[in-house]
Nanobody, 130 residues
């Protein structure tokens, strides 16, 4: 059973940092990719992929808009995936979600599209003010 719980969101000024946490069940953490997505406020906004990591951390992938600022990582002792977000800008304001994805060949993760992932958590809100 996929169980993912996000935490760590909050309000921060532009240029600041936040670290989000995604606590996973042991089975999910050991066998599936875990990804972060976000949905910006406003009508018609889709959930967009931010970053993903394979079990063991040997593969990561990022959306180009965050690659230089965000880092995805794992804590094996806590079955938790983190998203360290630095140099935040107002455009990073969104509800952030984590989800699981089946590894592809070569122990890689599926592309950061919503339909490639499942087991969505409830989300954690990040608000960046200018």
């Amino acid at each position: 059973q996929v169980q993912l719980v996000e935490s760590g969101g909050g309000s921060v000024q532009a240029g600041g940092s936040l670290t989000l946490s995604c606590a996973a069940s042991a089975y999910t953490y050991l066998t599936a990719c875990v990804a972060w997505f976000r949905r910006a406020p406003g009508p018609g906004k889709e959930r967009e992929g931010v970053a993903t990591i394979a079990p063991g951390g040997g593969y990561t992938d990022y959306d180009g808009s965050v690659q230089a600022r965000f880092t995805i990582s794992q804590d094996n002792a806590r079955n938790t995936v983190y998203l360290q977000m630095n140099s935040l800008i107002p455009e990073d304001t969104a509800m952030y979600y984590c989800a699981a994805g089946r590894m592809t060949s070569g122990r890689r993760c599926p592309a950061l599209y919503e339909w490639n992932y499942y087991g969505w958590g409830q989300g954690t809100q990040v608000t960046v003010s200018s």
